[in-house]
């Protein structure tokens, strides 16, 4: 039996952090079910509206395949820097679907930086991905029609539809 090594387990994360990402929000014929629970809250900072900060929490069955082989020394304990590199591909990860970060502005999309302060931790057997998105500029707290979601674009695949039902 080949033993993975952690840059394996790496890819293998990466593998399915992306089928993940791909999948957020559609149907269960498409990918493969990883629960995420997310918590953003809307910085602030002299008068303006300047990003948003995120924490993801993954499931439990996430987590387990995705530390495997992370905890380099056998201390039970996942520390930022064991987890650093997965957090990092993680975010690689993210930037081709924009985060799942929207923001608009009257209607108009916001633009978004890449990512700051991003890190995992793993708490009470799941994992979270904290990162914080940048706005390009900053949005005055006055300004009228400011909102973001935080989702999945629907997919446009007709295997990733609704099945009507009878």
């Known amino acids: 039996m080949r033993v993975p090594t952690p840059a394996m387990r790496c890819l293998s994360a990466l593998a399915l952090t992306a089928a993940l990402l791909v999948g957020l929000g559609g149907s269960a014929w498409c990918h493969p079910?990883?629960?995420i629970s997310v918590e953003t809250t809307v910085l602030y900072d002299k008068g303006a509206f300047t990003g948003l900060k995120?924490?993801?929490?993954?499931?439990e069955f996430y987590t387990a395949m995705a530390i495997e082989g992370l905890d380099k020394n056998n201390d039970g304990v996942?520390?930022?820097?064991?987890?650093?590199?997965?957090?990092?591909?993680?975010i690689d990860g993210l930037k081709e679907f924009g985060y799942f970060t929207y923001p608009v502005l009257d209607g108009g999309d916001v633009k978004i930086q890449d990512p700051?302060?991003?890190?995992?931790?793993?708490?009470?057997?799941?994992?979270?991905l904290h990162f914080t998105?940048?706005?390009?500029?900053?949005i005055p707290a006055k300004a009228k029609g400011f909102a973001y979601v935080v989702q999945d674009r629907p997919s446009t695949s007709p295997s990733c539809q609704p099945k009507p039902t009878r």
Do not use: Q
């Open 54 to 59: 995120h924490k993801w929490t993954f499931d």
């Open 116 to 128: 700051t302060d991003y890190w995992l931790e793993h708490k009470d057997g799941v994992l979270s």
């Open 78 to 90: 996942y520390s930022r820097e064991e987890l650093a590199e997965l957090a990092k591909v993680n």
């Open 33 to 35: 079910h990883v629960w």
């Open 133 to 138: 998105v940048p706005f390009d500029k900053p």
